[in-house]
């Protein structure tokens, strides 16, 4: 189909909509929305004030569909000009509807910062409600895309001081809520970043503006620890850092024992510093443990909370202490994505066998005598061919869970290990087709609960929430060095997590990655002579890389900032501050966060 087809076509789209809420829209409204899609900001205005005009009833909504036709159709150069008619439709929306969405007021704010009218623009962000009308489920409190572009009004104005009082009593509010999704992360990157340009372009004296930029950075690395990678902060910073007089690092090479090295060809070499780690506190553990509980019960139906509230009494009720918390889903996978491959349950028992006070964490779909083990490879496919699919419920790779026999799909971030984790094909497809034959889940189930070593993850909720809270309660008991033995970068639990510091500080220090290899030689540990017994006699190795001994996050050490950004691999580049002190400031800023 072309391109002008699917324009004609997502034209007249709601045009052709059956339903009784269509059939029942005023003939006007249909005319204004015809009219808003086109973007024809003439016909949009006359109809709209048509339409205040008559008896029929309008949404509440209706304004704020007007309005966005001046926000997205006009150069910012432009809005100005239209000034007078977009207060008319505001006016008209407030008369004809009889209230004012937050939405609407956001889009009043947008327009009256782009006519260079900032102090209209805060009559309108004062007239947004602070709190939640009685038994609403909507966010009230105002949003970044009501915010940033105050922010940037003042900014532009060069009013620092009134830039800085916004962001304290507006930007931080918001940031105390703990709401914050991947996109507002993002955007408080984005509202530091206009308190940065905004100190540069001040006329404070050089200690003044580092200063600021000291500040900025604390509030910007309490919220967004690693920048993301799909930001444009770095480039910020280090604009500014130079205007500043401060001496920018581009790129700095971390080495896997916390050495940050400068590049020899840097303009500006510094020593080589030691990276710093950062211990969490007993209060920080148990508020990741009660977000790690939420998350894991959130969109799930209630019918099947009762199966996290039985497992949650059982660990609660054990008094066995486990060092070691396998990721038993991630470790029968790995490698497996080839021809042959099957999920393996003596690689997870290899692992078992070369930790101290081990815990296998896996759902007991992958423990039936009647599971296939073989695994499916999968093909990459574009994300809206995907969104078409219909999963099969008995396949255990490809299928979401759709009853209790299921097991989710593994994270794609396993691949990362395939050529480290790789074996000699034949033994491979010799081991895997006895794997498959033998059906030798059951026998590894008895042998793991008889020596106090399985757990059973829930049914229908993600095992590694699972692993993650079993993880944080030994550290609770005061267990030392829990380790998660797992290939997974929890990326997307960071998100989830709505960028919570603590979680990275967390993952640095108790996350495990393993590597497994063919021996003709048995391990000496009793556990491998047995998994040798249920699986023919041939053995599977494991070893493992510790956790750096650093924390992945903004930190300023001596004189200088080191700040990564979230790309894979994690990259690093440095601000020195050029200002004569030398501070550490890791845990300072993290617990920045909590207040």
């Not at 998100?495 to 048995?522: A, G």
Request: aromatic share 8%; hydrophobic share 35%; net charge neutral.
């Amino acid at each position: 189909m072309s391109n002008e087809k699917k324009k004609k076509k997502k034209l007249n789209a709601p045009q052709k909509k059956s339903s009784a809420a269509s059939r029942q829209q005023p003939a006007i409204q249909k005319e204004l929305m015809k009219y808003t899609q086109l973007k024809d900001i003439k016909n949009v205005k006359e109809t709209f004030m048509k339409w205040c005009e008559e008896d029929t009833k309008m949404g509440d909504l209706i304004p704020t569909q007007v309005l966005s036709v001046y926000d997205n159709k006009l150069k910012d150069s432009e809005v100005a000009d239209h000034m007078n008619d977009i207060r008319k439709i505001h006016e008209g929306g407030i008369t004809k509807t009889g209230q004012t969405k937050e939405a609407t007021l956001s889009m009043m704010v947008r327009l009256a910062c782009k006519s260079g009218l900032p102090q209209e623009a805060m009559k309108y962000f004062q007239q947004i409600p602070k709190e939640k009308p009685t038994g609403s489920t909507d966010r009230i409190t105002p949003r970044f895309r009501s915010i940033i572009p105050l922010l940037k009004a003042y900014a532009v104005m060069g009013d620092i001081d009134r830039c800085f009082s916004f962001f304290e009593s507006e930007l931080l509010q918001l940031k105390r809520t703990g709401v914050l999704t991947e996109k507002e992360a993002i955007q408080w990157e984005d509202s530091c970043g206009i308190l940065l340009r905004c100190v540069a372009a001040s006329k404070l004296t050089e200690a003044e503006k580092k200063s600021k930029i000291e500040t900025v950075f604390a509030q910007l690395f309490s919220v967004v620890p690693v920048l993301h990678p799909n930001g444009k902060q770095k480039d910020v910073i280090l604009d500014v850092a130079t205007s500043c007089n401060c001496i920018p690092h581009p790129k700095v090479r971390v080495t896997n024992g916390g050495v940050a090295i400068f590049p020899a060809t840097d303009p500006n070499p510094n020593d080589n510093v030691s990276l710093s780690s950062s211990t969490l506190q007993k209060s920080e553990l148990e508020e990741l443990q009660a977000l790690t509980e939420q998350l894991a019960l959130e969109g799930v139906p209630e019918v099947f909370h009762q199966q996290w509230f039985h497992f949650k009494k059982n660990l609660l009720n054990s008094n066995i202490n486990y060092k070691s918390i396998i990721d038993a889903a991630n470790v029968g996978h790995t490698a497996q994505n080839v021809s042959g491959g099957a999920f393996s349950h003596q690689q997870i028992d290899a692992v078992a066998a070369s930790v101290d006070n081990p815990l296998i964490v896996l759902r007991e779909h992958w423990l039936r005598g009647t599971t296939e083990l073989e695994v499916k490879k999968k093909k990459k496919k574009k994300l809206p061919q995907l969104k078409n699919k219909k999963l099969k419920c008995d396949d255990p790779v490809e299928a979401k869970p759709c009853d209790n026999n299921e097991e989710e799909e593994e994270e794609e971030e396993e691949d990362d290990f395939e050529k480290i984790n790789s074996f000699d094909q034949q033994l491979l497809d010799q081991l895997n087709e006895e794997l498959i034959v033998n059906k030798s889940g059951p026998q590894y189930k008895k042998y793991w609960e008889d020596n106090n070593m399985l757990l059973l993850s829930p049914n229908n909720i993600n095992d590694d929430w699972v692993i993650m809270y079993v993880a944080l309660t030994m550290m609770l008991r005061g267990v030392d060095n829990v380790q998660v033995i797992t290939n997974d970068f929890f990326r997307d639990h960071y998100w989830r997590m709505h960028q919570h510091p603590s979680l990275v500080t967390w993952k640095d220090r108790h996350l495990t990655k393993f590597f497994l290899h063919d021996t003709d030689r048995p391990h000496p540990k009793e556990l491998a002579a047995t998994s040798a017994s249920i699986s023919g006699g041939r053995y599977r190795k494991a070893s493992f890389t510790p956790p750096p001994p650093f924390t992945t996050s903004a930190q300023r050490i001596g004189r200088n900032w080191f700040i990564p950004t979230s790309t894979i691999p994690v990259t690093w580049f440095a601000i020195d501050m050029n200002d004569g002190k030398n501070t550490n400031s890791i845990d300072e800023v993290r617990l920045l966060s909590r207040t």
